[in-house]
């Protein structure tokens, strides 16, 4: 008498249940992420503010004057040194939304469904045969 692995609906149930959280574990990443930046356990006060508020614009100012000085030197070369495309030229770069982590969670979880759907349906029907 040869013994078969029999599995109960309930005992079904949780395996299904926890497959399936496994795939969608890295799912709850792409939801996880918070870009608000949280606050300082120091607040600056206004001289501080108004200070790097002065340093920001003089850094700026010194960036300007460079990238002209850079600009006309390019044109005096004859513009062989202007960046040909892409982030070199200033376009921002691609921006990562985890679109393609969603979408294989989700594709996994149905693969898991669809082959978990066709062995009960194999096993209800051996079952019935013999």
Known sequence: ????????????????????????????????????PTPGATDSTSADKEALAKKKAADARTLKEAEARKAAEAQKAGGKDYPRGGVAAGEAPAQDDNTGTLIGSATGALLLAGAGTYVLRRRTTARREG
């Open 1 to 36: 008498m040869s013994r078969r692995l029999t599995l109960h609906p309930l005992r079904i149930a949780v395996l299904t249940g926890v497959a399936a959280g496994a795939l969608l574990v890295p799912a709850t990443a792409a939801f996880a992420t918070d870009p608000t």
